[in-house]
């Protein structure tokens, strides 16, 4: 009889104690995976916001930084005035700025400019063209009709048109500069960010983000849990 109860009682103990340490594992897990899942979703929104908070204020510092009224930019606005389609000089000054930006801005796909003063567009950072008629407008600035229609001074835009020459899809930040001694006819900036090279910055930006935001802390009394 003895033996019997002796045989429940260490039954019992062994029974309890398994019991507790599972439910205790498990809910610790859970509690784990949870917090974890939790904070890698905070984090990884956390990094996607930066790139993404980065990517556009780059883009739209652009007209504001490269054709404000100073010395430095006076290759970029002198088209706006004067004719350089006869200028060899002044049409390497103007490349030569758009390609300074380009190597700047990697994730650019590319970057137009309409100087409607003089009839002048600057496609692909390198390309300059004198617009004769609105056909050309079309052809070389597939976004330009699009943001004429929002009546904004800068917008995103994605044009199904997508740039010119190769029609590649992208994402568009236009941005209208004036002066009141250029009255009505003003300079439009237009940067443009190919989804491919926006996916590649990402791929390349957002595990850096994860690993200097992740918080040692966070598994601080919780068992870390292996297997499964």
Do not use: C
């Not at 005035?81 to 060899?88: A, C, H, L, Y």
């Not at 496609?123 to 004769?132: K, R, S, Y």
């Not at 001074?153 to 209208?176: C, D, K, M, Q, W």
């Amino acid at each position: 009889m003895f033996k019997k109860l002796l045989y429940i009682n260490l039954f019992s103990i062994t029974f309890l104690a398994l019991f507790n340490y599972l439910v205790f594992h498990n809910l610790n897990s859970k509690a784990y995976l949870e917090s974890f899942t939790v904070y890698n979703q905070r984090i990884n929104d956390l990094a996607f916001q930066n790139i993404d908070r980065q990517i556009m204020e780059a883009a739209m510092e652009i007209p504001q930084l490269y054709f404000s009224d100073m010395k430095q930019n006076e290759d970029l606005l002198l088209p706006q005035e004067e004719d350089v389609m006869g200028s060899p000089a002044g049409i390497r000054g103007l490349v030569n700025q758009m390609e300074e930006i380009k190597k700047f801005y990697s994730y650019v796909k590319s970057m137009d400019v309409y100087y409607e003063g003089t009839q002048t567009v600057v496609t692909g950072f390198n390309l300059v063209h004198h617009i004769a008629s609105d056909e050309e407008i079309k052809k070389y600035l597939p976004w330009y009709e699009e943001f004429q229609k929002t009546g904004k001074l800068n917008a995103f835009l994605e044009s199904s048109h997508g740039i010119y020459p190769t029609g590649e899809p992208v994402i568009t930040y236009a941005s209208r500069i004036s002066r009141s001694k250029w009255k009505d006819r003003g300079i439009v900036v237009a940067i443009h960010i190919s989804p491919e090279s926006l996916k590649e910055y990402i791929k390349n930006t957002v595990f850096d983000s994860i690993l200097d935001n992740i918080d040692p802390s966070l598994a601080s009394g919780v068992p870390l849990v292996y297997g499964q």
